[in-house]
């Protein structure tokens, strides 16, 4: 059964700082892995999507990476904004049964 | 216009009472899922349905039935509803049932009392 675990739960930064999210899945049978951002009261959006044949996606200040492998993705964000803060997740699988979902990291970015 | 949505935004309920949660997306997508976020704020599978047929059961207790009258729409119906369903309840899209991006609903807000 696939688990997806993010480190950290929750990260607190400056503005300006670049950061680090890391997740890592268990099987490594998957479709893609896709990064969203919550925000409270909100449903999800999608940041990057990178299927299983892809190394990494970048999207403006946003660069997710995925090692397969060794069951690794890292979600990295440039020059941090307060606009950022939100609640991170990672998701693997993808097609027919459906995402497993990271817990999420907690960031805020403080001004 | 929205892509996906739901209606409630929050519904607040009796234990034991029957209750439906709608979805409908005009993305003109095949594959629509239906998630459960608990307190804990994990987020995990329930449903998906592939042009109105089931894919995925998870073990959701058979009080919960979902219904596609089309591939547009994607309907959760539960009941008698417990004080463990008090949950969020995300409908997704998907152009298909081969891993593209998924695009969610903004979430139906359970609170069983």
């Known amino acids: 059964k696939q688990e997806v675990t993010q480190i950290p739960a929750a990260l607190s930064v400056p503005e300006g700082e670049n950061l680090v999210l890391n997740c890592s899945f268990t099987d490594s049978a998957i479709y893609n892995l896709q990064w969203f951002r919550q925000d409270p009261g909100k449903g999800l959006t999608s940041l990057l999507l990178i299927q299983s044949s892809q190394r990494e996606q970048t999207s403006g200040r946003l660069n997710a990476s995925l090692d397969k492998s060794s069951g690794r993705s890292t979600l990295y964000i440039a020059a941090s904004q307060p606009g950022d803060s939100a609640t991170y997740l990672c998701?693997?699988?993808?097609?027919?049964?459906?995402?497993?979902f990271g817990k999420g990291t907690h960031l805020i970015i403080q001004p | 216009d929205t892509a996906v949505s739901q209606t409630p935004k929050y519904l607040v309920t009796q234990m034991g009472n029957d209750k439906s949660i709608k979805c409908e997306q005009n993305l003109g997508h095949d594959t629509m899922y239906w998630y459960k976020q608990d307190s804990k704020k994990f987020l995990k599978i329930m449903f998906s349905y592939n042009n109105k047929e089931l894919i995925i059961n998870e073990t959701v207790p058979n009080r919960f039935s979902p219904k596609s009258p089309d591939k547009a729409h994607l309907n959760l119906h539960i009941n008698s509803l417990e004080l463990g369903d008090s949950a969020v309840y995300f409908c997704?899209?998907?152009?298909?049932?081969?891993?593209?991006?998924?695009?969610f609903g903004s979430g139906t807000q359970l609170s069983v009392l």
């Open positions: 997704a899209s998907s152009p298909t049932q081969g891993g593209e991006k998924l695009f």
């Open positions: 998701a693997v699988g993808g097609g027919a049964d459906g995402l497993t």
